[in-house]
């Protein structure tokens, strides 16, 4: 069959929301193509005697529609895509072929030249998606999407926060005045990870490459501000006086202020925002004075600086719980909302937060209650960072040797025999 392969490629972008595609194969070609076209709404329907274990879990949960048996040209029948993914040149063909008889664009994964339709390297930014073909040369399209997507995720290529940013709020767009706030501005509260800058989220950064405003905790890893554009406000919100009540105050009033006169404001935060972070009580600040708020999660330190450490807080046979506590306040103040009796009943793993300054008090506490003193306890200092130090000991000696050592804050305290459970297997990056 000749097909003209000169001439440029005319791209579109198809919509394929309730429309059927016939996808020929079962291997690992359709595994990594049928989820952009579930992304796309389409009526996935594959052909194939056998699927991968990822595809036939698509089939179980009803996404995808399977016929178990080899291609036969009928199948294009009612299709407004056909994607090839076998890997035989005879039996690709015989779905090229009936196909093109069929006027259905068809897609090669085997012979880019055979296809009818190519499909491009694809970046997705919020709203926005790129999609670049690279005439025929797959790896020119990866590379420049590459550059594309890093650009993209930096804030180097649009330099407006409010250019890119439909897709804060998740769903269909439909109003945009409404969906911002009659300023236009909004808020949203972004977790940075534990400290290495890497382990914030893709949706965290895109986020933060957005902002006009960035108010900022003190745990929240520099190397990220650093990438800011220079245009940006960056609000240190450790450098705020007056004490730790007054401080929360003002920084609600920046985010609300800064929302409503039209600014895309970003609350970068320690770890997770809603673990200890007080992101509940500025989103509710944020939603009584009528400002759009939305939350993108974090990875937190309660898990991740032990993990680091080489401490997982769970593991098969050893532990099946795990208990985030925070020790600011000390065991026996009237002020405690935590239950340090059922803690120390329990077998599971112990992570406190905030707790060096009450370690003494805490660790006799559970003692107290019933915790074996030969209970295996760490403190990981500044985890995931260049910095991080660890602590080994038990329940019974952790605190004189935590003081010892000079262990200083940030630092978790990781209860529980899952220390020392794993050999030190796992390295940082
Ligand atoms: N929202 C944060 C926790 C804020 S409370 C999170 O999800 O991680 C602040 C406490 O978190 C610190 O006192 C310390 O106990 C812990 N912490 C934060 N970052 C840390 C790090 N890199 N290493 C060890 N502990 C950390």
């Known amino acids: 069959m000749t097909r003209q392969i000169g001439a440029n490629p005319y791209p579109l972008g198809l919509r394929l929301a309730g429309h059927r595609v016939l996808v020929v194969g079962g291997g690992a ?21 056998e699927l991968t274990p990822a595809l036939r879990a698509q089939v179980d949960a009803g996404r995808v529609r399977w016929t178990a048996r080899p291609f036969e040209p009928a199948d294009v029948d009612g299709a407004w895509l056909v994607q090839v993914a076998v890997n035989d040149p005879v039996a690709a063909e015989a779905v090229s072929v009936a196909a093109l008889e069929r006027r259905v664009f068809c897609v090669r994964a085997d012979d880019r030249n055979a296809a009818t339709a190519w499909t491009p390297a694809v970046v997705r930014h919020g709203a926005v998606t790129v999609a670049v073909l690279g005439g ?191 020790g600011h306040v000390p065991p026996d103040d009237p002020a405690s909302l935590v239950d340090w009796a059922a803690l120390a009943r329990m077998r599971g793993t112990v992570v406190v937060l905030m707790g060096l300054k009450n370690l003494a008090a805490i660790a006799a506490t559970l003692l107290a209650h019933g915790r074996e003193p030969g209970t295996p306890a760490a403190v990981v200092q500044e985890g995931t960072t260049g910095a991080q130090r660890t602590l080994r000991a038990t329940l019974g000696t952790v605190a004189d040797a935590a003081a010892t050592a000079r262990i200083r804050p940030p630092a978790v305290v990781v209860i529980g025999n899952v220390v020392g459970t794993l050999p030190p297997v796992v390295t940082a990056t």
């Open 136 to 326: 025929g040369d797959p790896h020119r399209a990866v590379t420049v999407r590459d550059a594309v997507r890093d650009r993209l995720a930096d804030g180097t290529l649009v330099s407006t926060g409010s250019l890119l940013s439909d897709s804060v709020v998740e769903g269909p767009v439909v109003n945009r005045a409404e969906r911002d706030g009659p300023s236009g501005g909004r808020v949203a509260l972004v977790g940075s990870g534990p400290g290495d800058p890497e382990l914030i989220t893709v949706k965290g950064r895109r986020l933060l490459a957005e902002a006009d405003v960035v108010v900022a905790d003190r745990l929240v890893p520099g190397l990220l501000l650093d990438e800011l554009r220079p245009d940006v406000e960056l609000v240190d919100a450790s450098k705020i006086p007056y004490g730790p009540a007054r401080a929360q105050e003002e920084i609600n009033r920046i985010l609300v202020e800064r929302a409503q006169a039209g600014a895309f404001v970003v609350r970068l935060k320690g770890g997770d925002p809603y673990v200890f972070g007080r992101g509940g009580e500025e989103a509710l600040a944020c939603a009584a004075a009528g400002v759009p708020v939305t939350v993108v999660p974090g990875v937190t330190s309660s898990i991740a600086a032990p993990a680091l450490a080489g401490i997982p807080v769970t593991h098969r046979g050893v532990a099946h719980e795990f208990t985030v506590v925070s």
């Open 29 to 49: 070609v359709a595994t990594r193509r049928v989820p952009a076209l579930l992304d796309a709404g389409a009526l996935v329907e594959v052909v194939a005697p």
